[in-house]
């Protein structure tokens, strides 16, 4: 069908109809008026169309280089070009431009892949360097802007919550899609809505456990864990996340129902897995939470506090190991990507 003719609008007002415009690019980005062809179906004007080759075209070169740039904040914490949102000239230069215009150029011609750029970026021996640092490239680049080790960051916050539920066996990737879900907010959050608990749902158990990605967003009511651990302000645009360290993320991360009750699920995964043997369950949660073999000794701390419950503070077998849990839970290997 073809497209409405569109109007200035004089002053921004819809009731003062000015001269008649065409669709057109930025002027300012020094491109030609596009070539709209309406489809052959006759169901479609064209326009998304010419919009979308414009966006995608390698002559644009903005698109590719601003994606791959972000894809590789999300993993390194930083772009390449720090100013994620400004590619111009108020914006941070690359500190790596030659890989910057590489990546944007695989990204392209493996068909806009980006599975196929996570596998290019993780597979790489800039993902995999460690962390460890040296006095001499401490003083020669002291920000890590050449990348010569990994700079260790916290995870984000629904990378948090996906994780603890992973470790224990609850997390849900069966179910993909649909509407959004409804963790549980505790009564004590609710109550301070102008109607308590109104227009937040009640997700089934399965539902709750999926993936954060699928959480109701609430402008005025956000889930805590996600609140306390710097989850993205949906008033806003979001170019970075910043990692702040305050006290309620440490008072949540153990005193919250939520982190106590995927503890205890946690415990009980761990008798499934390992039996009744308190060292395999012991050694199969540290390998879980920190994603490689415990050495004896850190088996042996676990096994000192579990018994150190039970004994000086009364605590049930049961009890002591969901306690142990909970605090493997809260371990900064854990919390931090190293």
């Known amino acids: 069908p073809n497209a409405p003719p569109t109007f200035i609008q004089v002053r921004g007002n819809p009731n003062v109809q000015g001269d008649e415009v065409q669709p057109g690019f930025p002027e300012v980005l020094g491109f030609e008026d ?12 064209g326009r998304r ?12 070169p903005l698109t590719a280089r601003v994606m791959v740039n972000r894809v590789w904040q999300g993993h390194f914490g930083r ?38 750029l996570h596998r290019t970026i993780l597979l790489s021996n800039t993902y995999q360097m460690s962390s460890t640092s040296n006095a001499k490239s401490l003083e020669q680049d002291p920000e890590n802007n050449l990348f010569w080790r990994f700079d260790p960051r916290r995870l984000r916050a629904e990378e948090i919550r996906d994780s603890i539920l992973a470790v224990n066996g609850s997390l849900n990737l069966d179910s993909m899609f649909g509407p959004s879900i409804y963790p549980v907010i505790p009564a004590e959050v ?63 991360m153990l005193n919250s129902t939520f982190l106590n009750e995927e503890a205890e699920a946690f415990s009980k995964f761990l008798k499934e ?24 000794q850190e088996i042996d701390w676990g096994l000192k506090l579990i018994g150190d419950l039970q004994s000086e503070h009364n605590q049930s077998p049961e009890l002591a190991l969901k306690n142990f849990c909970l605090l493997a839970l809260n371990l900064n290997e854990f919390i931090y990507l190293d």
């Open 79 to 116: 772009g390449i070009v720090r100013s994620s949102n400004n590619f111009g000239l108020q914006g941070d230069a690359p500190t790596h431009p030659e890989l910057l215009d590489w990546l944007a150029s695989e990204f392209m011609e493996n068909g806009w892949s980006v599975k196929q």
């Open 49 to 60: 169309t010419a919009l979308a080759r414009w966006i995608t075209s390698p002559e644009n």
């Open 190 to 252: 609710l109550a301070g809505q102008s109607r308590p608990g109104a227009g937040w749902g009640n997700s089934s158990p399965e539902d709750r456990n999926r993936r954060s990605v699928y959480i109701h967003i609430k402008r005025s009511l956000t889930v805590p864990l996600l609140a306390s651990f710097d989850v993205a302000d949906t008033d806003f645009t979001c170019p970075v996340r910043f990692a702040t360290t305050q006290p309620t993320q440490a008072l949540g």
């Open 273 to 296: 897995q390992a039996g009744d043997k308190i060292d395999a369950q012991v050694a199969v949660a540290l390998e879980r939470v920190t994603q490689r073999k415990p050495t004896q």
């Open 34 to 45: 596009p070539v709209i062809t309406a489809a052959s179906s006759g169901q479609s004007s």
